[in-house]
């Protein structure tokens, strides 16, 4: 008898349409030798005569059982095609999945490869209702590559977080010895089954190929069992199944995994409930709470620190069975970036509410509430996504409905004496003709915590929807308070939409196509309006459209407007805008006198750019300036000049045509630059850390990779340096020849020249405006804190955490010292209340160089701030609090900074705060190393850079 290699097990239940798909996957594998076990759980359906007739049609490939009762879930089934399987190994398949062709062949070559009991690979899942084919890769980073485990323990994440049964293929001898079995009665059944076989498997074998398409569908009429979320007894069965895997892992002693398996806990199964808390009833609330709790006492407390800090917040409050404070942090949650709660200060920290943190006794409360960090208390008011929640709601049954509601005012930031006006808006979600209707709110004031509005919305005579296409509509509250104009959306919170009526509307292709708006709760729990049909006649319309639409003439308009949308869409695609900038506007003439300027990829009106713009404009120059800009609105740029953001269609147009670019960085890779366009690149700092084509990752880029870097950095026509440094390092990195190199110095540092001349001539130092903007006591110093960024060894930029306690630097210094921090432009930072006016924050200062003028002291790491610093002369100190890993591991550098810095370089919180209390002595110890530091690293900065380049290249003055 034939052994099959492969044993595919199909479940199916009710799903006698699906059920070929599937099995026809099976049959086209690229492998000869797999056979098909079909298992059907009892349907009321046709499924098991599908079956039975596939296995009439493929004798000897496909065979089908039937089980005597239905099992309600997926174990049994499975455990039936297990024992009836005749393949060397075994995989499992639901019906309305499919494989991929090549799925059986790599799993079996990767299990007679490697000898492993257990083989897996890619999951993808498939959202078949999406128009626009989207799918999403089941936790990819686990499958990048292949490689080959002895133990689950050598790889957690494995059995953390891919706890999927379907990408995987099993020795059948090995689920046999070991007695591998799906539980039977409860759902979630995957999770305990995959946890079983990893912690048996003598070898696991991970592909990084695709094996298995897991088909989603969003707007299915019946949820999942793992959708049902809403139904507690749903987390009655997740709480079973985790406490089974946590009984096994202890037994086998995992308890590393265990600890990483209760981050995953709070991380996505706990929120997968939570986020449906606000939509769900008291009854289902204590029940939850109740469950789980009694699971949460048992977590690892470790497992709390690698979590979001709203996940330790939601998880700490349902602890307390706080539901007030609870269901707005779930709600922050379901909606990214929400702040949903009024916070509280105590002792200098933000808190996410008041309760909990006065109580002595609770030790966790303040350290989990705790939420200085997130800036909420610094943050822009109008860069904030404000909480905005219903407190009532009424309508007169016919076409008004009357909306109340309150708007979290953090710490109170809308002052009581702040005016307030306010509107609202009903927006439809997709934008076809008439975009929004609004209404005046009636009444809006200040209520403590929270802004309270009301207003009333004639819908019936107001808003026109065209019908059928702008079905479904956003409400949002626009606010004005003072000078911030502030947008929410407007949630439903604890209000109840039972019994709200279907409320009348006018659509402008007439109430036959629908003639109702139904209040809706969206996936988020925010209030939107629904286009329905209610009347007869609307309701005969309705079902002659939908027929219509779903039928084989209205498909192929259907299929003809998708191509026309998915044209619309390329057409702003940056490959279309690309091709565009060279086949059409690169062929338009270039305007003399046109100069592009750029700092920071558009994100700052700063830097040598803009020193050389104003150069210009002093000189009278005749140009016209175009500026790029990035981001939603511009901020700080000239208003003389023509602003245009970047990557749009006036930013090609201007690049292609201008006589000059003129930026810090690097104008987008892809353009090519024309031969009528002249390339200066002013740069941004010299180099402490390798740079270029001396990169590791540079270098790993492969020929391709480091081509296209080269052709990129040859559309330099001129590249300014401040010394011969500069030529070794910079130019050598970018390969520049010689004569690109232009011995100018910096434009931006020719303010730190004359600053320093002024000072050296007067005798005495100026602090400026800006000393009085930001509030700084005349008898205190001034230092500035500028650290540069760091990047992990893929080039990802990683977060800013002060590796000093700067609550402690304001309470030893503070009463001699103010500091200033700035942090990278690719980092931000928050400060706590708690320092307020001894540590400030000026990171949103874009231009640096008013501020190195105003420091009299600088702390950095290994920033290229400090080559600028040195021009003033003024002191510096180093903290370079990870260098070994910075010098070695990460990049690398040009030369030793212990040795060539002018100033000390200490390696600890502890030895910084001494060197800042030292801080005269280290004045006058250091003098000379940074007249040293100055003549080998700015040799060319002399105060005159802006002038030259004007004078060379726009006046004719100069050489």
Same mark, same amino acid.
């Given at each position: 008898?034939?052994?099959?290699?492969?044993?595919?097990?199909?479940?199916?239940?009710?799903?006698?349409?699906?059920?070929?798909?599937?099995?026809?996957?099976?049959?086209?594998?690229?492998?000869?030798?797999?056979?098909?076990?079909?298992?059907?759980?009892?349907?009321?359906?046709?499924?098991?005569?599908?079956?039975?007739?596939?296995?009439?049609?493929?004798?000897?490939?496909?065979?089908?059982?039937?089980?005597?009762?239905?099992?309600?879930?997926?174990?049994?089934?499975? #455990?039936?095609?297990?024992?009836?399987?005749?393949?060397?190994?075994?995989?499992?398949?639901?019906?309305?999945?499919?494989?991929?062709?090549?799925?059986?062949?790599?799993?079996?070559?990767?299990?007679?490869?490697?000898?492993?009991?257990?083989?897996?690979?890619?999951?993808?899942?498939?959202?078949?209702?999406?128009?626009?084919?989207?799918?999403?890769?089941?936790?990819?980073?686990?499958?990048?590559?292949?490689? @080959?485990?002895?133990?689950?323990?050598?790889?957690?994440?494995?059995?953390?977080?891919?706890?999927?049964?379907?990408?995987?293929?099993?020795?059948?001898?090995?689920?046999?010895?070991?007695?591998?079995?799906?539980?039977?009665?409860?759902?979630?059944?995957?999770?305990?089954?995959?946890?079983?076989?990893?912690?048996?498997?003598?070898?696991?074998?991970?592909?990084? #190929?695709?094996?298995?398409?897991?088909?989603?569908?969003?707007?299915?009429?019946?949820?999942?069992?793992?959708?049902?979320?809403?139904?507690?007894?749903?987390?009655?069965?997740?709480?079973?199944?985790?406490?089974?895997?946590?009984?096994?892992?202890?037994a086998k002693g995992h308890t590393a995994i265990k600890s990483a398996k209760d981050a995953k806990f709070l991380k996505h199964d706990l929120v997968l409930h939570l986020r449906d808390l606000p939509l769900l009833d008291d009854d289902y609330r204590t029940e939850f709470a109740r469950l789980a709790n009694g699971y949460l006492a048992g977590i690892d407390?470790?497992?709390?620190?690698?979590?979001?800090?709203?996940?330790?917040?939601?998880?700490?409050?349902?602890?307390?069975?706080?539901?007030?404070?609870?269901?707005?942090?779930?709600?922050?949650?379901?909606?990214?970036?929400?702040?949903?709660?009024?916070?509280?200060?105590?002792?200098?920290?933000?808190?996410?509410?008041?309760?909990?943190?006065?109580?002595?006794?609770?030790?966790?409360?303040?350290?989990?509430?705790?939420?200085?960090?997130?800036?909420?208390?610094?943050?822009?008011?109008?860069?904030?996504?404000?909480? #905005?929640?219903?407190?009532?709601?009424?309508?007169?049954?016919?076409?008004?409905v009357t909306l109340t509601g309150a708007m979290v005012n953090p710490l109170g930031r809308i002052t009581a004496g702040t005016e307030l006006s306010a509107e609202l808006e009903f927006r439809a979600r997709r934008q076809v003709g008439v975009r929004s209707f609004t209404f005046p709110v009636t009444t809006v004031r200040h209520a403590g915590d929270t802004i309270e509005w009301s207003g009333t919305a004639d819908i019936g005579r107001t808003v026109r929807p065209l019908g059928i296409i702008d079905a479904v509509w956003d409400v949002r509250l626009k606010l004005t308070a003072g000078e911030d104009r502030?947008?929410?959306?407007?949630?439903?919170?604890?209000?109840?939409?039972?019994?709200?009526?279907?409320?009348?509307?006018?659509?402008?292709?007439?109430?036959?196509?629908?003639?109702?708006?139904?209040?809706?709760?969206?996936?988020?729990?925010?209030?939107?309006?629904?286009?329905?049909?209610?009347?007869?006649?609307?309701?005969?319309?309705?079902?002659?459209?939908?027929?219509?639409?779903?039928?084989?003439?209205?498909?192929?308009?259907?299929?003809?407007?998708?191509?026309?949308?998915?044209?619309?869409?390329?057409?702003?695609?940056?490959?279309?805008?690309?091709?565009?900038?060279?086949?059409?506007?690169?062929?338009?003439?270039?305007?003399?006198?046109?100069?592009?300027?750029?700092?920071?990829?558009?994100?700052?009106?700063?830097?040598?750019?803009?020193?050389?713009?104003?150069?210009?404009?002093?000189?009278?120059?005749?140009?016209?300036?175009?500026?790029?800009?990035?981001?939603?609105?511009?901020?700080?740029?000239?208003?003389?000049?023509?602003?245009?953001?970047?990557?749009?269609?006036?930013?090609?147009?201007?690049?292609?045509?201008?006589?000059?670019?003129?930026?810090?960085?690097?104008?987008?890779?892809?353009?090519?630059?024309?031969?009528?366009?002249?390339?200066?690149?002013?740069?941004?700092?010299?180099?402490?850390?390798?740079?270029?084509?001396?990169?590791?990752?540079?270098?790993?880029?492969?020929?391709?990779?480091?081509?296209?870097?080269?052709?990129?950095?040859?559309?330099?026509?001129?590249?300014?340096?401040?010394?011969?440094?500069?030529?070794?390092?910079?130019?050598?990195?970018?390969?520049?020849?010689?004569?690109?190199?232009?011995?100018?110095?910096?434009?931006?540092?020719?303010?730190?020249?004359?600053?320093?001349?002024?000072?050296?001539?007067?005798?005495?130092?100026?602090?400026?405006?800006?000393?009085?903007?930001?509030?700084?006591?005349?008898?205190?110093?001034?230092?500035?804190?500028?650290?540069?960024?760091?990047?992990?060894?893929?080039?990802?930029?990683?977060?800013?955490?002060?590796?000093?306690?700067?609550?402690?630097?304001?309470?030893?210094?503070?009463?001699?010292?103010?500091?200033?921090?700035? @942090?990278?432009?690719?980092?931000?930072?928050?400060?706590?209340?708690?320092?307020?006016?001894?540590?400030?924050?000026?990171?949103?200062?874009?231009?640096?160089?008013?501020?190195?003028?105003?420091?009299?002291?600088?702390?950095?790491?290994?920033?290229?701030?400090?080559?600028?610093?040195?021009?003033?002369?003024?002191?510096?100190?180093?903290?370079?609090?990870?260098?070994?890993?910075?010098?070695?591991?990460?990049?690398? @550098?040009?030369?030793?900074?212990?040795?060539?810095?002018?100033?000390?370089?200490?390696?600890?919180?502890?030895?910084?705060?001494?060197?800042?209390?030292?801080?005269?002595?280290?004045?006058?110890?250091?003098?000379?190393?940074?007249?040293?530091?100055?003549?080998?690293?700015?040799?060319?900065?002399?105060?005159?850079?802006?002038?030259?380049?004007?004078?060379?290249?726009?006046?004719?003055?100069?050489?």
């Amino acid at each position: 008898m034939h052994v099959p290699d492969v044993s595919v097990v199909v479940i199916v239940y009710n799903d006698a349409e699906r059920l070929p798909t599937a099995v026809r996957s099976v049959l086209d594998q690229t492998l000869a030798g797999v056979e098909v076990v079909i298992v059907d759980d009892c349907s009321k359906d046709r499924s098991f005569a599908v079956a039975q007739e596939l296995e009439a049609a493929h004798p000897g490939r496909v065979r089908a059982f039937r089980l005597p009762e239905n099992s309600g879930g997926c174990g049994a089934p499975r #455990n039936h095609g297990i024992q009836q399987a005749t393949g060397t190994y075994v995989m499992f398949l639901d019906s309305d999945d499919v494989l991929d062709k090549n799925a059986c062949r790599n799993m079996l070559q990767a299990a007679e490869t490697t000898g492993a009991d257990l083989v897996s690979g890619m999951c993808v899942r498939v959202f078949v209702d999406n128009r626009f084919g989207k799918t999403s890769e089941w936790y990819p980073w686990i499958y990048s590559r292949t490689r @080959t485990l002895e133990s689950i323990s050598e790889y957690p994440d494995l059995l953390v977080y891919d706890t999927l049964s379907t990408n995987k293929c099993y020795r059948r001898s090995f689920l046999l010895d070991n007695d591998l079995r799906f539980p039977v009665g409860i759902h979630y059944e995957d999770l305990l089954f995959s946890a079983q076989a990893y912690v048996a498997a003598r070898r696991i074998t991970l592909i990084p #190929n695709r094996v298995y398409h897991w088909n989603v569908v969003e707007k299915a009429a019946a949820k999942s069992i793992s959708n049902r979320r809403h139904e507690i007894a749903n987390f009655v069965h997740r709480m079973e199944i985790h406490r089974r895997v946590d009984e096994l892992l202890a037994a086998k002693g995992h308890t590393a995994i265990k600890s990483a398996k209760d981050a995953k806990f709070l991380k996505h199964d706990l929120v997968l409930h939570l986020r449906d808390l606000p939509l769900l009833d008291d009854d289902y609330r204590t029940e939850f709470a109740r469950l789980a709790n009694g699971y949460l006492a048992g977590i690892d407390p470790a497992a709390y620190e690698n979590v979001t800090y709203l996940q330790a917040i939601c998880a700490y409050l349902l602890g307390k069975e706080d539901w007030d404070n609870l269901l707005p942090a779930a709600d922050a949650m379901t909606n990214k970036g929400r702040l949903t709660s009024p916070l509280a200060e105590r002792d200098g920290r933000v808190y996410w509410c008041a309760r909990h943190i006065d109580d002595p006794a609770d030790t966790e409360a303040r350290r989990i509430l705790d939420v200085t960090d997130q800036g909420f208390h610094t943050t822009p008011l109008t860069s904030l996504h404000l909480g #905005n929640r219903l407190t009532a709601y009424e309508d007169d049954g016919r076409g008004t409905v009357t909306l109340t509601g309150a708007m979290v005012n953090p710490l109170g930031r809308i002052t009581a004496g702040t005016e307030l006006s306010a509107e609202l808006e009903f927006r439809a979600r997709r934008q076809v003709g008439v975009r929004s209707f609004t209404f005046p709110v009636t009444t809006v004031r200040h209520a403590g915590d929270t802004i309270e509005w009301s207003g009333t919305a004639d819908i019936g005579r107001t808003v026109r929807p065209l019908g059928i296409i702008d079905a479904v509509w956003d409400v949002r509250l626009k606010l004005t308070a003072g000078e911030d104009r502030i947008t929410t959306r407007v949630s439903v919170g604890g209000v109840h939409l039972d019994r709200a009526a279907a409320l009348r509307v006018r659509p402008r292709l007439t109430r036959l196509v629908s003639d109702r708006f139904e209040p809706e709760i969206t996936k988020k729990g925010n209030l939107s309006y629904v286009l329905v049909a209610q009347g007869p006649a609307a309701v005969r319309t309705s079902n002659l459209i939908n027929s219509a639409i779903h039928g084989k003439a209205a498909g192929l308009v259907k299929r003809g407007l998708r191509k026309a949308l998915h044209a619309r869409r390329n057409l702003g695609s940056g490959e279309q805008k690309v091709k565009v900038y060279h086949e059409v506007f690169s062929k338009l003439p270039v305007k003399k006198g046109t100069v592009v300027f750029e700092s920071h990829m558009g994100k700052q009106y700063s830097d040598s750019p803009r020193a050389v713009y104003e150069e210009m404009v002093r000189q009278g120059v005749a140009f016209e300036a175009v500026w790029s800009y990035a981001g939603a609105r511009p901020t700080g740029f000239p208003k003389e000049a023509t602003l245009v953001k970047r990557w749009s269609w006036p930013y090609l147009r201007a690049l292609a045509q201008a006589e000059f670019w003129i930026d810090n960085q690097g104008f987008p890779l892809a353009l090519a630059k024309r031969p009528g366009t002249t390339y200066i690149q002013t740069w941004h700092g010299s180099a402490l850390k390798r740079m270029g084509f001396h990169e590791p990752r540079t270098k790993a880029q492969g020929r391709a990779g480091q081509a296209k870097f080269q052709a990129a950095i040859d559309r330099f026509d001129h590249f300014l340096i401040r010394s011969e440094h500069d030529a070794r390092t910079l130019a050598k990195g970018f390969r520049l020849r010689d004569e690109v190199l232009l011995r100018t110095g910096y434009p931006r540092n020719d303010a730190l020249v004359a600053a320093h001349r002024a000072e050296v001539d007067s005798g005495e130092r100026v602090r400026g405006p800006l000393a009085a903007e930001l509030g700084i006591d005349p008898d205190k110093k001034v230092l500035l804190y500028a650290p540069t960024f760091r990047a992990n060894a893929d080039g990802q930029v990683e977060g800013f955490t002060f590796p000093f306690d700067v609550e402690e630097f304001a309470e030893r210094l503070g009463d001699r010292f103010v500091l200033l921090v700035r @942090t990278h432009y690719l980092n931000s930072v928050s400060l706590p209340p708690s320092v307020a006016g001894r540590v400030i924050d000026v990171s949103r200062h874009h231009d640096i160089t008013p501020l190195l003028a105003l420091a009299d002291g600088l702390i950095t790491d290994y920033s290229s701030v400090m080559f600028d610093y040195s021009v003033l002369d003024r002191p510096m100190l180093f903290f370079a609090y990870d260098y070994d890993t910075y010098a070695n591991d990460i990049r690398g @550098t040009y030369f030793d900074l212990k040795e060539k810095a002018p100033g000390p370089v200490v390696a600890t919180a502890d030895e910084l705060f001494q060197a800042v209390s030292a801080f005269e002595e280290a004045d006058a110890k250091y003098a000379e190393a940074r007249q040293r530091f100055l003549a080998e690293f700015g040799e060319y900065d002399r105060g005159d850079a802006a002038r030259q380049i004007v004078e060379k290249f726009f006046t004719g003055s100069g050489k």
